[in-house]
């Protein structure tokens, strides 16, 4: 059974295989390299003295586990294999061990894992002796394949019961890793360089490869004993009465349901989120790009496809009490409340990096307000979009008139923010962001009820888009 299914694996990669994504992946892990050895190049000459001296056990150990994270949100954002059984395997004399030792081989053999080891390859090739920087990289490899079943058990876990235990294990492993490596590179800065760590310079990381091995048992057995379908359960726990559902619900609901929607906002919210607290606190009412995008890249993302969800299911709509300036007005008050939403996050900044509330609240109307309704007519070009595929370098439901405005919807409010934080007094710059955005909450609704009626004008070539 094993080798059928592997077969059966074979066949649904050639037959999904695509040169252009393969090839489109190639370029940007180049680019990716070239950027990290010019890096290397350009501080290796500044660091080449301090890391002479300092512990290279601790270095690798210290590199491998803060790679950690970044490989862990790479796999939860892309890794979109199953490891559940589908009902027609189900059908078939497949045992569970057959499946899991199934799920063992794609995960060994994923190519994925080869990132972070080469990556930690080219930074060991500079800043580490040869022997250590092998052991890094077996390290490395180690430690991504049990990320890869860490993310595995995730994925199985049929409940919160179960994935609990997994989330709070994964991150006392980052903290502790982090924690190990960073310690110890302070304790030899503060022992004037002269830290002499127990044992080889081999000891830690040899530790480190043994203890991530076990953790990968661990959850090897973990993913074995979980059961992920209950074929004997006659009815449902819970059950939601369809009067909970409304037009403005279904916004949320649609994109928390959908994988290709909620991790990249999610992932990319995140990252910029932690870049705009980790700038320096005379630059937080400059040009803040993070700042921008934390509160713009929801409504910016979204608005590409303002009826890219709804083509699922527009012809049911379209039988419904609802019409389209009705449907446009709930997008708008959508976005509206995200960039809200992502200000909320921002309200720390405010006490403790010195940013302005003047300009927070202007952000909030000249993206919330301004950027949404500015992306509002991507609905007379929107198409159905595929809402259960990963987002990673999937084209489906875009196109060159939606990409084109896409990204000249995103350009002009970034130009004008650049231009009154930049050419204007801090007071006026402010002062313009929130009239525009004031003038854009004030003309909202004769611009969507144009948008609405150039939309019904061309309905029977709207509706036909959402079949494709």
């Not at 970044?70 to 004399?93: G, H, Y």
């Not at 999937?394 to 934080?421: D, E, K, M, V, W």
């Amino acid at each position: 059974m094993l080798k059928q299914l592997l077969s059966l694996r074979y066949i649904q990669w050639r037959r999904n295989f695509s040169w252009r994504k393969f090839l489109a992946v190639l370029y940007f892990v180049g680019i990716m390299l070239m950027m990290i050895v010019a890096m290397l190049f350009a501080i290796r000459n500044v660091l080449a003295y301090q890391l002479d001296r300092l512990p290279p056990a601790a270095l690798a150990i210290a590199l491998v586990a803060m790679l950690s994270l970044p490989d862990f949100m790479m796999r939860m954002m892309w890794d979109s294999d199953a490891v559940v059984m589908d009902d027609f395997l189900r059908t078939k004399p497949i045992s569970s061990n057959a499946w899991n030792r199934f799920i063992a081989i794609m995960l060994t053999v994923d190519p994925w894992n080869l990132v972070m080891p080469m990556l930690v390859a080219i930074v060991g090739a500079f800043l580490l002796p040869a022997g250590v920087t092998v052991l890094a990289v077996v390290a490395a490899l180690v430690q991504t394949l049990m990320l890869s079943w860490l993310v595995a058990d995730i994925h199985k876990a049929p409940s919160i019961e179960h994935s609990l235990p997994l989330w709070i294990g994964g991150v006392v492993y980052y903290l502790a890793m982090t924690g190990l490596g960073v310690t110890l590179i302070v304790l030899a800065l503060m022992s004037g360089m002269t830290l002499h760590l127990p044992g080889s310079p081999w000891t830690e990381l040899v530790l480190f490869i043994a203890l991530d091995i076990v953790l990968t048992g661990v959850l090897y057995l973990y993913f074995c004993h979980m059961r992920a379908y209950d074929e004997h359960e006659q009815h449902a726990n819970n059950v939601r009465s369809l009067g909970d559902v409304t037009l403005f619900s279904t916004e949320y609901l649609s994109v928390w349901r959908s994988k290709r929607f909620r991790v990249p906002m999610l992932f990319i919210t995140i990252l910029f989120l932690l870049q705009s607290y980790t700038l320096p606190n005379n630059n937080v009412n400059q040009v803040n790009i993070p700042l921008y995008f934390v509160l713009g890249w929801p409504s910016m993302f979204l608005g590409q496809w303002v009826f890219g969800i709804e083509g699922n299911y527009f012809h049911g709509l379209w039988t419904k009490p609802y019409s389209i300036e009705h449907m446009l007005l709930n997008k708008y008050k959508f976005y509206i409340i995200l960039t809200l939403g992502m200000a909320v996050l921002l309200i720390p900044a405010i006490f403790f990096m010195g940013l302005r509330p003047t300009t927070l609240m202007a952000m909030i109307l000249f993206l919330g307000c301004g950027q949404s309704l500015l992306m509002m007519p991507t609905c007379l070009l929107s198409t159905r979009v595929d809402l259960f595929t990963s987002a990673f370098f999937n084209y489906q439901g875009a196109s060159r008139r939606i990409t084109i405005y896409s990204l000249t919807a995103g350009i002009i409010p970034l130009a004008i923010y650049a231009f009154c934080s930049l050419a204007l007094a801090p007071l006026w710059g402010d002062a313009i962001m929130a009239a525009i955005g004031l003038a854009a909450l004030a003309f909202h609704r004769p611009c969507i009820r144009l948008l609405a009626q150039k939309w019904k004008n061309n309905r029977y070539e709207n509706m036909e888009r959402y079949l494709n």
